[in-house]
């Protein structure tokens, strides 16, 4: 009977261990980070806005940044220069803190032109290289072969050579 009671309480203290309530847990515990909601505005509409924190948007929008440091954000749009401005972090009186500006709003430069790189032209055919001149018919001394017979060795035969 006692073994009954004790096999039971354990598998009720076993069960226990392995749920933990969430009131236990830590993390649970930890504040949530500040954030602020930032709104960007651009002239002309339609830029990326990209933070230092990673987030991005294309303007007019608004991002919830955590207001616990400043950072910057730059403003990307085809056919105009990009514009990088600072939000800074404003202490206000009551103790929080703010981030400043709140719109940011930037009015992007346009960028001239690229330049354009010429057309390309026809290309002329290479000039071939200029034919080696035929010697002139009299003007070559002949064959050596002429001052021997047609089959002679150019070695002297032993007749020859007495």
Not at 14 to 34: G, H
Not at 138 to 144: F, K, N, Y
């Amino acid at each position: 009977m006692y073994r009954g009671f004790v096999i039971l309480g354990g598998s009720l203290i076993l069960a226990a261990c392995t749920s933990t309530p969430s009131w236990l847990n830590i993390d649970s515990l930890k504040p949530e980070p500040i954030t602020d909601t930032v709104q960007f505005e651009t002239v002309p509409p339609g830029a990326e806005a990209r933070t230092t924190t990673g987030q991005t948007c294309r303007t007019p929008c608004s991002l919830s940044l955590p207001a616990n440091a400043p950072f910057s954000v730059t403003f990307n749009l085809n056919g105009y220069h990009p514009e990088t401005e600072q939000v800074e972090l404003v202490s206000m009186g009551d103790g929080s803190s703010r981030l400043r500006p709140n719109p940011v709003m930037v009015e992007l430069t346009a960028a001239p032109p690229a330049p354009r790189k010429p057309a390309p032209t026809a290309k002329k055919p290479a000039k071939k290289p200029a034919a080696k001149p035929r010697p002139a018919a009299g003007a070559a001394p002949a064959p050596a072969a002429a001052s021997n017979p047609a089959g002679a060795s150019p070695w002297p035969t032993p007749q020859q050579a007495r």
